[in-house]
């Protein structure tokens, strides 16, 4: 099983930015960050493709995240810029096979996820 554990979450003030990160046992060939806010589905905001570093956004954070990768540290970063209440959330990072367009934001697509880390915006 692949392991992945998170940090970086917190508060912040409403414009303000955070870095998580999630080191992974393994990395696989796409890693995503989710969130899920109270009483709301999980939803899926950054993914990268790791062969290539290939990245894809949710249009609710696209221009205000960023996701990357470290290779010798097994990590994955999202930088999370101009945040607003609304990002608010347990974020949670994944890491699965398939990162097409079908794949990349679907829960159920991937295997193995972290414990999960929160995000307070206000």
């Known amino acids: 099983d692949v392991q992945l554990v998170e940090s970086g979450g917190g508060s912040v003030q409403a414009g303000g930015s955070l870095r998580l990160s999630c080191t992974v046992s393994?990395?696989?060939?796409?890693m995503a960050w989710f969130r899920q806010a109270p009483g709301k589905e999980r939803e899926g905001v950054a993914a990268?493709?790791?062969?290539?570093?290939?990245?894809y956004y949710a249009d609710s954070v696209k221009g205000r995240f960023t996701i990357s990768q470290d290779n010798a540290k097994n990590t994955v970063y999202p930088q999370m810029n101009s945040l607003k209440p609304e990002d608010t959330a347990i974020y949670y990072c994944?890491?699965?096979?398939?990162?097409?367009?079908?794949?990349?934001?679907?829960?159920?697509?991937?295997?193995?996820w972290g414990q999960g880390t929160q995000v307070t915006v206000s």
């Open positions: 990268i493709y790791t062969d290539y570093g290939d990245t």
């Open positions: 994944a890491a699965g096979t398939r990162c097409d367009a079908l794949y990349r934001f679907l829960a159920t697509g991937y295997n193995s």
């Open positions: 393994v990395v696989t060939r796409c």
